[in-house]
């Protein structure tokens, strides 16, 4: 079996995928503005015509390019290229300023690199554990699984958690557009026939994500605001391998953080960076250097967002549930591959589950490659005016759109999400919920409907039930999390107050 | 500038309200006709779950509303009197923020092109034009722009075999 997995990963056309993937998400993330999701977004019309696995290897290897690739902008112009960079930002640029950007970036890509590596050995280990026990879990739980997917990402939306819950539940209403499966049902079709299968996730994904960014750069662009200034001079790295090493420990806690977190759905990378960079400090020999350029600094946010990575995928290939939306765009190329993620994926098609997670690693290990060898290159991309990349974004969106079914309309389908992804950012909606809600909503559907028709029709059967009662309790804290935290604080600045 | 986003949160909430009103009311019993042969004998139809979203929508919604409408109120109270200058809205101004809607209108332009006229002269008119909009007058930069379309073209055409108009 280990060798017919090898076979299957090692295959030319693979390899090149996961260098393109990885160049290109690096590039991407690299980029202020451009995120994860954008990367794996304007990818995806790549992977139709591929094989299932290349395909996924071009969009994994962008998911962990751009993840590391934030790191770049976040030191040599203190602005992060993805929100999970946001506390390389710290002792990132510091060191920049000092003529150590390369040290900085080296930092960067080695604990960005053990991060995604130990990340897919947590993957190895506990998928195959979680598909055993996920085998055990019914309808009534699924649904709760389901539930809990989404409020966790909606739960992030600080402050915007009724915004949230609104693209959230839009989201899921999208997903009942076309022909109900249960049924054979139309519904929300118009009289329109091309809306037969439902809006496509993809399809979706492009206008939201990639042409929405368009729109809204179009004004910064206009203005002239998009030249990056002060970019710090990129001094050659001098710091040995030992020197980074030295500080293992860091390392090895901030990929567990970043396993455990990233494991949970509705968390992701940045929540990580922050957590990993506090802990670092908190134990660190010489906290008073963490702000001013510390190479431990670097270290702690890059190992811990990467280790993302690997950890993120555990909930979608065992339960089928996208754990944010980077993973939901993973999700929604994997059903159009037909591979339907989830504990079938373990039993029928165990080879291609493997090979995904061996391919990953790998992907890690070509990271650090291309990051060794090229990132002079992918330095000299921050130049890039983004001018250039509106028009070609526009055509990637439209062509991509065109490929999946080649048929205009969902050119068109793609258009008016562009739209409403802009007029959702200008409205301060958070996006995020949208494809989760979209691909989540099928499983949700079916599986409420199938637990309505075990209890005949009665809705305590999710609360009669522990597991399915415990999750959606904890679907329920997580919604309110931010409601909770917000009154936290003000009790301690009314304390804080007091004492004065 | 908070005031004028309560307010727009206001405007937006309602819209919410309006519209899932209306699909609960109208436009889930038009747009869903009931199978014949699973109406009745369950208590779960292609209806339901589309009517406990926009029922949750409507009452999500309406919990927002009455938020922004409460902020509104304090902001209002809260208020200085005293009127700040209106900002000059010259006509660069006025592109400026109109920007993003003409860029959108040149793409749905570039889409109909698309399918009216083929991939190669769409492109070739419409990216420039967008270009050429956003104050863009260097020239290689347009050159790079062609450069990346032609990449794309061929990928999808040579490489995928996919038929673009």
Known sequence: MLQEIVQSMLTPINLIMMNIGLAAGIIIGALPGLNVIFAIAVLLPFTFDLDSLAGMYLLLGAYCGATYGGSISAILINTPGTPSACATMFDGYPLAQKGRAGDALRAALVGSTFGGILSCFALMFFAPMIAKIALKITSPEYFALCVFGLTAVIGLSEKN????????????????????????????????????????????????????????KSREVYRGETGNANIAKFGKSTIKLKDILKYWKTMIKSSLFGIIIGAIPGTGGAITAMFSYNEARR???????????????????????????????IPLLTLGIPGDACVAVLLGALTMQGITPGISLFSSNSIWVYAIMGGLLLINVFMLLQGHLFIRGFVNIIKVPVIIMLPCIVVLCSVGSFAISNVMFDVFVMAAFGLIGYAAKKLDFPIAPLPIGLVLGNLTETNLRRSLMISGGNPLIFFTRPISAVILAVSFISLLMPYIRKMIDKKKAAKAQAQV | MEIKKVRQDIVVMAFIMIVSALFYTYFIPSQIRLSSAWSGNTSFSSRTF???????????????????????????????????????????????KAMPFIIYALIIVYIILFNKIGFILSTLILTPLMMFLLRCRNWRYYLYVYAFEAVVYVIFIAVFKIPLP
């Open chain 1, 161 to 216: 958690v009724i915004k949230g819950l609104l693209m959230g539940m839009f989201g899921l209403f999208l997903s009942t557009v076309g022909i109900d499966s249960q049924e054979g049902v139309q519904r929300f079709m118009f009289g329109n026939m091309q809306l037969l299968g439902g809006f496509k996730v993809a399809v979706v994904m492009l206008g939201a994500f990639a042409l929405s960014e368009v729109i809204s």
């Open chain 1, 283 to 313: 134990s660190s020999k010489n906290p008073e250097k963490f702000g001013n350029g510390s190479i431990e600094g670097v270290l702690a946010p890059e190992t811990g967002n990467n280790a993302v990575t690997g950890a993120t995928l």
């Open chain 2, 50 to 96: 589309p009517y406990v979203l926009a029922a949750g929508m409507f009452i999500v919604s309406s919990i927002g509303f009455l938020k922004a409408l409460i902020s509104y109120i304090k902001l209002k109270k809260t208020a200085e009197t005293v009127k700040t200058n209106a900002q000059e809205k010259t006509g660069q101004k006025i592109l400026e």
